[in-house]
T-cell receptor, first 113, second 116 residues
């Protein structure tokens, strides 16, 4: 069945450094790739997404890249801050072409002050 | 984005009983979903709530255990039936199709269920 693998499971960085989280997906029909941030005890929040017709998207300190050929997509956070500490989930779906979202296992990011 | 609310926010229930969780959105949405999230784990889709028809369940989830209703485009319920301690989890509703953007999905605050 469809699968999304996410690495690393835990990531610890120093404040101000960059953090990179990588995901791979198996369903070649996937065309929508959202990223969620979940703080402890809170709901997952959609922070950025990318669609298959785009290779890169940036929003302030957050950027996502997509390589459809390799079925890879990544989240890049620059100038990390302690408030970036959370669990991040990548996901893949077919969007309107058969909507079902498959989530990665999550990455727990620690930003040390 | 829409305001998504869930009731109750948490509950402690006895084994063998049932609990119904409500999800309310302040605007009409095309899609509504129910997820389960075990502590420290990812999100697992239970089912897609279909308006006016039976929900579509994922592998490993059945209607007798998790009956779902969706009477209109803003409201859905999930019932966890005949509960056991293994059902202790966070249950989240999510919605898609806000403002015509079919693939963006937003989550409710979740219901933390503990079964004794």
């Amino acid at each position: 069945g469809e699968n999304v693998e996410q690495h690393p499971s835990t990531l610890s960085v120093q404040e101000g450094d960059s953090a990179v989280i990588k995901c791979t997906y198996s369903d070649s029909a996937s065309n929508y790739f959202p990223w969620y941030k979940q703080e402890l005890g809170k709901r997952p929040q959609l922070i950025i997404d990318i669609r298959s017709n785009v290779g890169e998207k940036k929003d302030q300190r957050i950027a996502v890249t997509l390589n459809k050929t390799a079925k890879h997509f990544s989240l890049h956070i620059t100038e990390t801050q302690p408030e970036d500490s959370a669990v991040y989930f990548c996901a893949a779906s077919r969007g309107a072409g058969g909507f079902k979202t498959i989530f990665g296992a999550g990455t727990r990011l620690f930003v040390k002050a | 984005s829409a305001v998504i609310s869930q009731k109750p926010s948490r509950d402690i229930c006895q084994r063998g009983t049932s609990l119904t969780i409500q999800c309310q959105v302040d605007s009409q949405v095309t899609m509504m979903f129910w997820y389960r999230q075990q502590p420290g784990q990812s999100l697992t889709l239970i089912a897609t709530a279909n308006q006016g028809s039976e929900a579509t369940y994922e592998s490993g989830f059945v209607i007798d255990k998790f009956p779902i209703s969706r009477p209109n485009l803003t409201f859905s319920t999930l019932t966890v039936s005949n509960m056991s301690p293994e059902d202790s989890s966070i249950y989240l509703c999510s919605v898609g199709g806000l403002a015509g953007i079919i693939d963006e999905q937003f989550f409710g605050p979740g219901t933390r269920l503990t079964v004794l």
